[in-house]
């Protein structure tokens, strides 16, 4: 088991990471009260529920569940409110915890439950995706959708103690483990050639489960998630390093709708575009972003989209939250493993790159 | 015009006291984005929006305004999510200001709106009841209610600026005044035996919507509470003092049912019981309890209540949250215009402060 400590200002918190935790064991310094209410989904109850109840029990805490439907649709304000009417019900006070137990989706939900209820309790994180284990993890974001827009209501809540078990990671479908590499593939791309060149050499067994180099993966990108967050906690700069690809990837989900692909799928062609675009500019070799796009495939992830018009491509491009005042800022890379923000690229090359990583008639 | 500095950490914010406040001059350093929202209710409106929507438009803001219906009853999760509805459907961002125009209830739900909405935008206070401006300017609780308990869910957010003009007073409901005064009567009675004494010579003034008088009692009012929270900001000890005639007072609201009793006139009655005990227990005279009773009444507030049942009133006063592990904590008052926070009292002589002040037959 590793132990990666999140330092933010006057919070600090450790994410244990490694396969079969001793969560009882782990547990116990991070609850103070007796109640615990687990928040999980009908997809994830019937694997891991049990497990912690039965824990926790032996911790002598009262556990509740609330148990939501699955799915991104579900992540909104009538299902937030089913987790205080089940907080309620229970007759839990301000002392008592709220676990998350699921994916990105349960733990942005019952994160912000947890900021609200009584106006914070308690907030221990168990992400069982591998995209929630390397990006939820680290940064408090936490936040339902609205009808006209994805995590626009929400609080920064960080919970107490971070559990990313990789033998969950087992049960997980093959396309949501890829949806998870795509992120990881992008810390190594935005800062970290020497990782880069570890996941080249371990992917076939990052695909393959393999639950020791998923710890290793894991690890590496809280440990750089958490480095940045840590020196830009208030979204001013560097922070936006961490949507390489996001801004393309972002005009590919909106285009074909939210859920037809995986928000990892559109930012790993995303991260091809965004690669391609450096190459123009003449920043990074045909050899570089040749390594771009096999790492991504071999993460069994696309590196083309399907044909969309450019200027649906590019409305959608600008509705993006990365564009200040009407200028587009795109995280490009200056060499391989180095992303900057920056404004200053050619829009055809940026059209070209985008043009060049469609597939036709798809 | 009074200008009050509140001091809480890295957080600091001005209450402008006064009347027929400048608010186009005043508001100016606190807007920084262009979008404002204007929340506010059905009552207040008519009364007071158009001047707002000109000051803003003065300063080249862009409005607009979320009208809720008037009540306690709709301090809820549907009505927060209008809020969410009218930002959106507003195309706000990140960088709007929400602005609360009206008086608790209107205060705390727009509050968790600015502190959720992007995950926390900027928010402005203009309470337009007494008393609002004696207990929501200064604090930070925001929230809505839950059919299974008030306030139970929410968040801490400090406004940026609280404007609290006496003139919007003139429009307020005479029993919503007394209501105010109940609070203010209350920071005299718990620690400052001269803003007492300053009460009982100007309370036909206060009642009478004095603007100046009422200018003053706010301000000392502001002044307390904040000194008492910053002393206190997490709720661990000397904040409890502010509950004065709050656990008697959540009794009788509980039992007559919400909204039959004002929050004020209940606690009003709280606040006798609680002198009335102090005085059994041989803590403050006869003349003591005396005073406060007739500043009660001067402020045309009751110093009794109906008859309630002693086990059924003791039960709801055990419900309340300032009740640590079965034993009830009490707010008394050790002299006149100093309270304490205690559990050391003769149980039977609390039974008799609560059956001496209730009316029989009513
Ligand atoms: N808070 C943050 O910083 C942050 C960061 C990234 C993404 N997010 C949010 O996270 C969400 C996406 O997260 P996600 O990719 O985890 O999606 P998700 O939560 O929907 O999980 C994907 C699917 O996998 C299932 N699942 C979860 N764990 C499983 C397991 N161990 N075995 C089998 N199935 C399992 C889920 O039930 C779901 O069907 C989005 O809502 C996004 O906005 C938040
Ligand atoms: N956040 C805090 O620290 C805090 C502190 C105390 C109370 N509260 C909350 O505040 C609420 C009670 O506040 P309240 O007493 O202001 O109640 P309120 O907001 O319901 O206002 C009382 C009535 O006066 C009307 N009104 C408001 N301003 C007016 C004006 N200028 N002229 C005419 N009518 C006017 C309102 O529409 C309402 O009908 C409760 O929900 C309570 O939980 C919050
Ligand atoms: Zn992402
Ligand atoms: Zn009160």
Redesign the interface.
């Known amino acids: 088991m590793q132990t990666l400590h999140v330092e933010l200002g006057d919070r600090r918190y450790p994410i244990f990471i490694g396969s079969h935790l001793d969560i009882q064991h782990l547990l116990k310094p991070y609850i103070q009260g007796k109640q615990v209410m687990i928040v999980t989904n009908d997809t994830v109850a019937p694997l891991y529920l049990e497990t912690y109840k039965k824990a926790l029990t032996a911790l002598d805490k009262v556990t509740a569940q609330c148990i939501l439907r699955d799915g991104e649709k579900f992540k909104n304000?009538e299902n937030l409110?089913l987790i205080?009417?089940a907080l309620?019900?229970s007759g839990f006070n301000r002392d008592c915890t709220v676990l998350a137990l699921g994916g990105g989706v349960i733990g942005d939900m019952a994160g912000?439950a947890a900021?609200?209820?009584?106006?914070?309790v308690n907030f221990i994180q168990v992400p069982t995706t591998l995209l929630s284990q390397v990006d939820s993890s680290v940064g408090g974001?936490t936040?339902i959708n609205?009808?006209?827009?994805k995590n626009?209501?929400?609080?920064?809540k960080q919970p107490s103690v971070v559990f990313a078990d990789m033998n969950q990671l087992s049960t997980l479908p093959p396309r949501e483990l890829s949806a998870g590499l795509s992120e990881i593939i992008k810390y190594a791309l935005l800062g970290d050639i020497e990782f880069l060149a570890w996941l080249e050499g371990n992917m076939p067994k990052l695909v393959a489960g393999d639950e020791q180099a998923l710890a290793e993966a894991v690890y590496r990108s809280c440990a750089h998630k958490a480095r940045i967050v840590a020196n830009d906690e208030h979204e001013k700069g560097e922070r936006a390093l961490l949507n390489l690809g996001h801004t393309f990837g972002h005009a590919i989900e909106s285009y074909l709708g939210y859920g037809t692909w995986l928000h990892g799928e559109a930012v790993a062609v995303g991260m091809v575009m965004a690669a391609e675009l450096s190459h123009l500019m003449g920043w990074i070799s045909t050899e570089d972003l040749a390594r771009v796009k096999h790492i991504i495939q071999q993460a069994n992830l696309p590196i083309y989209c399907p044909e969309i018009p450019l200027d649906e491509f590019l409305s959608y491009m600008s509705h993006d939250k990365k564009v200040l005042d009407g200028k587009i800022r795109l995280i490009l890379m200056k060499k391989l493993g180095h992303a900057v923000i920056t404004e200053e690229f050619n829009v055809d090359y940026m059209k070209q790159a985008i043009l060049n990583n469609q597939k036709k008639g798809e």
Chains 1, 2 share one sequence.
């Open positions: 304000i409110n205080f009417d309620l019900a912000f900021a609200s209820f009584q106006r914070g974001k936040g609205h009808p006209l827009g626009m209501i929400g609080a920064f």
